[in-house]
């Protein structure tokens, strides 16, 4: 069983900056492909990143250009850079796990097969 704990989170504004972290623990969680996905209040949740246990990655077409994935398997540690935010990126923000080494989000949310409790963020215009 892994366990993810998202610590970050936070407000900005508009065309700012903020890096949200994810450390998970138990079982193997190095060996997992990690992600990000989102969910704005009414609204379906939202693919937005994937890493694989490798370093290759995978962004949704909202985030390209301005998110970056990245981890550090010696923390296991997965983080999201997100730089000139948007009102529209307001939403909580998962960390989630994939038993697949190599999913990069392709399918969507359905790859994951562990979530973060979630932390809120907010891009105030």
């Known amino acids: 069983q892994v366990q993810l704990v998202e610590p970050g989170g936070g407000l900005d504004q508009v065309g700012g900056s903020l890096i949200l972290s994810c450390e998970a623990s138990?079982?193997?969680?190095?060996?997992?492909?990690m992600g990000w996905v989102r969910r704005d209040p009414g609204k379906v949740r939202e693919w937005v990143a994937a890493i694989s246990r490798g370093g290759s990655t995978n962004y949704a077409d909202s985030v390209k250009g301005r998110f970056s994935i990245s981890r550090d398997n010696a923390k296991n540690t997965v983080f999201l850079q997100m730089n000139s935010l948007k009102p529209e990126d307001t939403a909580v923000y998962y960390c989630?796990?994939?038993?697949?080494?190599?999913?990069?989000?392709?399918?969507?949310?359905?790859?994951?097969?562990?979530w973060g409790q979630g932390t809120q963020v907010t891009v105030s215009s």
């Open positions: 989630a796990a994939n038993k697949n080494p190599y999913g990069l989000g392709y399918s969507g949310v359905r790859e994951y097969n562990y």
């Open positions: 138990g079982g193997t969680a190095c060996s997992y492909a």
